[in-house]
């Protein structure tokens, strides 16, 4: 039987791989196929899709967007995006900056809290277009500021903690519309995370083709219950590690394993809709 795995990040976001390195492990892994879903870039899928061509891996291109709706944040993957699409090329620009900006806003934050990190040590770890939280856990981490990530984040980063910043996101209305007009399927990411099943609704209406039902996070009854729910809504279903490489405790990629019937109705839902000019 062959296996995806198609929620993965690379350094191009917060993971610690190169897109090179990430092909290799999912090799090793066993893996048919694996999607490139970085935190609001496709940088990353050029060089993936030239190394999995090398193996001979199927590959998908794809990006995690950030969103919100009511107020809650919301994660949608876009997958078989066109990464030279202009418009989502403008757009996830504008949130690359959007996140450099809270960079320095977190330093800040930490400077006033007496910690001695500087914006330029983040941004030299990160060394990307996409920072973020884990970039700033490692930086303390390195700079021996704090002891471990799960420190960082419990003392200063997470929500409601004293260097947390809130991030300016786009609607998860309008990041369905944009990976649509960039040639791609909308899909929620690990709803069982956030506890966000009331807006599945609202983003079905917004035409979401699909739903992460296999995920790190997601226990078996979690998956069970989002497997109805895509049931119930027509929904795609997908899956994957959300492996970030060392950025959490250890690699993730190829422990949650998507049956590949899964892969074959999403080329199949891809097909139907760049043939459909009325999308
Ligand atoms: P950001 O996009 O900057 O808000 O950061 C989000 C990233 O931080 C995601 O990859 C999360 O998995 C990671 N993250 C969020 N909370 C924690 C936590 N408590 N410990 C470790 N990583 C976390
Ligand atoms: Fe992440
Ligand atoms: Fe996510
Ligand atoms: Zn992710």
């Known amino acids: 039987m062959k296996f995806a795995d198609l929620h993965l990040h690379t350094q191009f976001s917060d993971g610690t791989f190169t897109p090179e390195e990430l092909v ?17 870039t496709v940088e990353g ?10 193996v001979k891996m199927e590959f998908i291109t794809g990006a995690e967007l950030t969103a919100e709706h009511k107020d809650t944040e ?3 993957l876009g997958y078989f995006l066109d990464t030279q699409n202009q418009v989502l090329l403008e757009k996830i620009a ?28 983040v941004f030299a770890l990160a060394n990307c277009k996409s920072p973020g939280r884990p970039h700033v856990a490692r930086a303390l981490v390195k700079e021996k500021l704090i002891g471990n990530l ?13 260097a947390w910043v809130p991030k300016t996101k786009m ?38 083709d699909g739903i992460e039902c296999f995920h790190t996070k997601h226990s078996t009854v979690m998956a069970e219950r989002y497997l109805e729910i895509a049931e119930k809504y027509d929904l795609l279903v997908t899956g994957g590690s959300d492996c970030h490489g060392f950025s959490k405790k250890a690699p993730l990629i ?10 074959e109705k999403l080329y199949a839902a891809q097909k139907t809709a760049t043939t459909d000019a009325h999308r």
């Open 254 to 263: 190829g422990t949650v394993r998507v049956p590949y019937a899964y892969v």
């Open 94 to 121: 504008k949130f690359q900056s959007v996140r450099q900006s809270r960079i320095h806003e977190m330093v800040a934050a930490l400077n006033k809290l007496g910690v001695p990190l500087t914006a330029e040590a």
């Open 24 to 40: 290799l492990r999912a090799q090793n892994s066993g893996l048919a196929c694996i999607a490139l879903t970085d935190h609001d």
């Open 45 to 54: 899928c050029a060089r993936a899709e030239a190394a999995c061509a090398a």
């Open 74 to 76: 919301v994660h949608v």
């Open 150 to 162: 799960d420190e960082a984040f419990e003392k200063y980063l997470k929500k409601g903690r004293p």
């Open 171 to 208: 609607s998860a209305l309008e990041s369905v519309e944009l990976i649509h007009q960039a040639g791609g399927l909308a899909v929620m990411a690990h709803p069982g995370l956030n506890r966000t099943d009331d807006i599945i609704p609202d983003l079905v209406d917004a035409g979401l």
